[in-house]
């Protein structure tokens, strides 16, 4: 029932900017923890970051703290990730996935996932 779809995936130097954006159907966004995860050419999917429902919350992998930041608008049951100094390394597609509950989101369950869009860093 729950559908996402990412979009501002694009090719980008490294050391650009990007925001991403993930727009959710439902009613139910507003409660919904909503996560970014990424997977590049032969490796796992990985978690990104987090926000809580209202946007109280967030949490960043490692990788993403400092230069990343998630936010949403609840009013436009959109989720956001800008992207800052950008590394060949974030090349990856770029997928939001959606959970009710933190705890859930804190064990990765997440029970929805967009397509993916493709972010490429040049060097």
């Known amino acids: 029932q729950v559908q996402l779809v990412e979009s501002g995936g694009g090719l980008v130097q490294a050391g650009g900017s990007l925001r991403l954006s993930c727009v959710a159907s439902?009613?139910?966004?507003?409660?919904?923890?909503m996560g970014w995860f990424r997977q590049a050419p032969g490796k796992e999917r990985e978690f990104v970051a987090a926000i809580s429902g209202a946007g109280g919350s967030t949490y960043y992998a490692d990788s993403a703290k400092g230069r990343f930041t998630i936010s949403r608008d609840n009013a436009k049951n959109t989720v956001y990730l800008r992207m800052n100094s950008l590394k060949p390394e974030d090349t990856a597609v770029y997928y939001c996935?959606?959970?009710?509950?933190?705890?859930?989101?804190?064990?990765?369950?997440?029970?929805?996932w967009g397509q993916g869009t493709q972010v490429t860093v040049s060097s």
């Open positions: 996935a959606a959970v009710m509950g933190w705890s859930r989101a804190m064990r990765y369950e997440y029970d929805y």
């Open positions: 439902g009613r139910t966004f507003s409660s919904s923890t």
